[in-house]
């Protein structure tokens, strides 16, 4: 099913993101991911893309092991780095013929070695494949405390409708531990005439690592109930303990404030959705 269409039919959408290996085979700890989250029964689950636009057959495989394995509804990621017109005709008839109606449109993570041919940001592939494949649903991925690269973050809004104009249909946002700056996200974007639904992506904050990496690679305010955590460090299985309890938290707090939908980062630990999720189907 098209996520454009889950929006329309349910108040609240619930989904979860994995990752395929690096390299083909490998496949042990993304099936075991999927068997956990299919046991919970999300609307949808999205599979990454490898940074620098590396691995479009990973995804397209775990995309189809998701659909015609577990019958979970399956959202593919695409990338704009490193992809040719060719590349990406070959990537769409391989979509199509797997059978996945939805993909996530991204300018994708730059490394030393990427470059740019035929697209350079998101909203050209978006404007591409809203022409040429419009059997497609597009989704797109915004920033709540601006994109690294965006000077403002009105500018990075100004950026994000011109992305929208070119046919994507739903948010995602990248993570964030600070529920206010979510909540002033939808006010602004509101504001800017952008009314897709925006999914919140929560990344439960598992061990001291993950709270450090990830609020590296995103810049995202940390919170004093995040800051405490840190200081206290407790170890690795309380640390786990209290990163669910305060994902379902910030999950509980953003549903109250009138989310569409929450996407939950995984890093392929099953477990995480299982605890979570059921908490907030209906
Ligand atoms: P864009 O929308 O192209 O924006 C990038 C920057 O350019 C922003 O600063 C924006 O303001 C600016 N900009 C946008 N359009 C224009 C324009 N027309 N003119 C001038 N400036 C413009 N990375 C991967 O490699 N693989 C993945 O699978 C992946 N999945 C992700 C999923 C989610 C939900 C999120 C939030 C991120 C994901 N990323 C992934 C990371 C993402 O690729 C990076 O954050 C990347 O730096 C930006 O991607 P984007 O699609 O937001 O880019």
Redesign the pocket.
Known sequence: MKTCDLFKQKELVLSAEVFPPKKTGNLEGVIRALKSIKSVGPDFVSV????GGEGADTTADVASIAIDAFGINTVA?M?AVNMTVGKLESQVEMLNRKGIENI???????CPTSRFFDFH???DLAEYLSTRHPEFNLI??C?PEK?P??KTLE??ID?LK??IDCGITHL???LFLDNDKFFRFLELTAKKGITVPIEA?IMPMFSAKTLEHSVSLSDASVPAEFRKLKEENPDEKEFFERGIELAVEQINALIKGGARGIHLYTMNKGEIAERILPKFKK
């Open positions: 990454t893309y490898g940074a990621h990338t996530l449109v991204l300018r994708g993570d730059v940001h998101a909203s797109g991925a920033y994109h690269e965006a500018e990075d950026n011109r992305k995602i946002t990248q992506g």
